[in-house]
């Protein structure tokens, strides 16, 4: 079983930046994608950004040219670094991580959740 553990989310302004990090533990991750979700108040959950273990990356539309994904194999930790953030970046930030490899946007091909993070931006 794998737990995953999310930091770093917290009110910012808009423009600004922030870098959320999402901790393993358990088990190692291994082949596991890690991917990173958001969910506004009253919306679905939505697909932000996947990495695979070899490094391979997805972004939501959305995200693109603000977001970038990544992960520290070694420590069993990704990370997901934000710019130019504007208000309707502001959710709850979930990790999670899927047993199956490969890139997938949706939530239902994920395994393992953390938490969740918040993110506030304000304008």
């Known amino acids: 079983q794998v737990q995953l553990v999310e930091s770093g989310g917290r009110l910012v302004q808009a423009g600004g930046s922030l870098r959320l990090s999402c901790a393993a533990f358990?088990?190692?991750?291994?082949?596991?994608?890690m991917g990173w979700f958001r969910q506004a108040p009253g919306e679905e959950r939505e697909f932000v950004a996947a990495?695979?273990?070899?490094?391979?990356?997805s972004y939501a539309d959305s995200v693109k040219g603000r977001v970038t994904i990544s992960r520290d194999n070694a420590k069993s930790t990704g990370f997901l670094q934000m710019s130019s953030l504007k208000p309707e970046d502001t959710g709850v930030y979930y990790c999670?991580?899927?047993?199956?490899?490969?890139?997938?946007?949706?939530?239902?091909?994920?395994?393992?959740w953390g938490q969740g993070t918040q993110v506030t931006v304000s304008s």
């Open positions: 358990g088990r190692p991750l291994g082949a596991c994608t």
């Open positions: 999670a991580a899927r047993k199956a490899g490969g890139l997938s946007i949706d939530p239902l091909g994920y395994d393992y």
């Open positions: 990495v695979t273990w070899s490094g391979g990356t």
